[in-house]
């Protein structure tokens, strides 16, 4: 892997792109080399334009199957050879293939306290368990959905009265703080994948 301006990061999404904006603003010492969208609507790549980033768009309609989506999603985040691949917001669950081929160099955010509510919903999950904490994990993507080891996690409270709206804010803005951090780590070489 490369350290500094050197080390290369292409970041997948599917949406807004709040996370990568906030990537963005931490000015981390490193090159984001592409960002790359399975929807071209997705406002995540007007923030990626502004900051002067490369965009791709790879519909993901337009193939026939999971397998041929990823095969081609791979053959363009090889083009940049990035050290690190960052799920932000990326939408779609990807094959072991994919997966496997970046171990150890991909990563995902995720707004739950792992192993707690893998998948969906989260929010709700956790109100409706009755928890009186939530808030979102840095981890490495291995093939089982959410289960790589976590690399960082960042907790907020679950008030009285609060909905999966409310609680979801909250735990955004823990997400911007600490994917970035996750990040600046990783590329400082102080966090490494768990051989």
């Keep these: 892997m490369g350290e500094g301006k050197d080390f290369g990061v292409v970041v997948l999404i599917s949406g807004s792109g709040s996370n990568l904006q906030a990537i963005i603003d931490a000015r981390l010492p490193l090159t984001i080399r592409a960002v790359i969208s399975n929807k ?9 334009r502004q ?14 199957d999971r397998p041929a989506f990823d095969a081609a999603l791979q053959q363009r985040i090889d083009r ?33 306290l792992l192993p707690k509510y893998r998948g969906t919903n989260t929010h ?3 109100i409706e368990a ?5 808030g979102c994990s840095v981890h490495w993507v ?12 960042a907790e907020v409270p679950i008030h009285p009265g609060d909905n ?3 609680l979801a804010a909250r735990v955004l803005e823990q997400e911007h703080k ?18």
């Design 124 to 126: 709700t999950r956790a």
């Design 51 to 64: 900051a002067g980033i490369p965009t791709e768009v790879i519909d993901h309609r337009e193939f026939a």
């Design 142 to 153: 291995t093939p089982e959905l959410d289960a790589g080891p976590v690399l960082l996690q």
């Design 80 to 112: 940049y050879q990035p050290d690190l691949v960052v799920l932000a917001g990326f939408m779609r669950i990807l094959t072991d293939e994919l997966v496997n081929h970046y171990r150890g160099r991909m990563i995902n955010i995720h707004p739950s």
């Design 164 to 166: 999966a709206d409310t």
């Design 178 to 195: 600490i994917y970035p951090e996750a990040i600046r780590r990783i590329a400082s070489g102080e966090i490494h994948w768990p051989n």
């Design 130 to 134: 009755g928890d009186t904490v939530a």
């Design 40 to 48: 071209a609507e997705a406002y995540g790549l007007e923030r990626a």
